[in-house]
Nanobody, 121 residues
Framework: QVQLVESGGGLVQAGGSLRLSCAAS????????MGWFRQAPGKEREFVAA????????YYLDSVKGRFTISRDNAKSTVYLQMNSLNPEDTAVYYC??????????????WGQGTQVTVSS
């Protein structure tokens, strides 16, 4: 079983930056497709970004393109989400997700517990 633990959330002013980390254990990290999702109060969980295992291809929600960057360090079994130019609409609980066979979706096999990101205006 794969365990995912997120960290790095917090309170930041609009225009600021945060870097989220997701440390994986219990699996073969280098073979995992990794992703980030978020859920704001009263809203559905939505895809934010993903990175594949083999070529580190990246995918993003349109509204975060150019502001967020997903990356991975296979030696540390960790995936990151660098978030710049944050705005209040980015406020949500951010979840790390993983799957072996395809990019993580809302039905991903493995999930972290989530980390809160709050952006003040």
């Amino acid at each position: 079983q794969v365990q995912l633990v997120e960290s790095g959330g917090g309170l930041v002013q609009a225009g600021g930056s945060l870097r989220l980390s997701c440390a994986a254990s219990g699996g073969t990290f280098s073979s995992l497709h990794m992703g980030w999702f978020r859920q704001a109060p009263g809203k559905e969980r939505e895809f934010v970004a993903a990175i594949t295992w083999r070529f580190s291809n990246t995918y993003y929600l349109d509204s975060v393109k150019g502001r967020f960057t997903i990356s991975r360090d296979n030696a540390k079994s960790t995936v990151y989400l660098q978030m710049n130019s944050l705005n209040p609409e980015d406020t949500a609980v951010y979840y790390c997700a993983a799957d072996y066979y395809h990019r993580p979706t809302s039905q991903a096999t493995y999930w972290g517990q989530g980390t809160q990101v709050t952006v003040s205006s």
